[in-house]
Nanobody
Framework: QVQPVEFGGGLVQAGGSLRLSCTAS????????MAWFRQPPGKEREFVAT????????RVADSVKGRFTISKDSAKNTVYLQMNNLKLEDTAVYYC?????????????????WGKGTLVTVSS
């Protein structure tokens, strides 16, 4: 069973930075993509960023472009989300997901495996 696990959530002041990581355990044979989604309180889950296996294709949501950076270490099956200049509206549960098709989809329905999420709270 493949299981992504997120690390790094917490409380941070507006303008601050935080780095999330996600490691996928289990037997994975595909050249999968790894993505970050988030779900703000009372809202639907939304796309944040995705990166392909080789790292050659990266897609980032407009709402976080210029502030968030996605990267990965394929040898460690780990993806990172560096979040800078955090805003109050970035408060959400952040989820890591695996796309076994290896694409750059921003759709939750395209993801085969999900982590349990890590809470990021941005305070004023």
């Amino acid at each position: 069973q493949v299981q992504p696990v997120e690390f790094g959530g917490g409380l941070v002041q507006a303008g601050g930075s935080l780095r999330l990581s996600c490691t996928a355990s289990g037997r994975i044979f595909n050249y999968y993509s790894m993505a970050w989604f988030r779900q703000p309180p009372g809202k639907e889950r939304e796309f944040v960023a995705t990166i392909t296996w080789s790292g050659s294709s990266i897609r980032v949501a407009d709402s976080v472009k210029g502030r968030f950076t996605i990267s990965k270490d394929s040898a460690k099956n780990t993806v990172y989300l560096q979040m800078n200049n955090l805003k109050l509206e970035d408060t959400a549960v952040y989820y890591c997901a695996l796309d076994l098709q290896g694409g750059s989809s921003a759709e939750p329905s395209a993801m085969e495996y999900w982590g349990k999420g890590t809470l990021v709270t941005v305070s004023s």
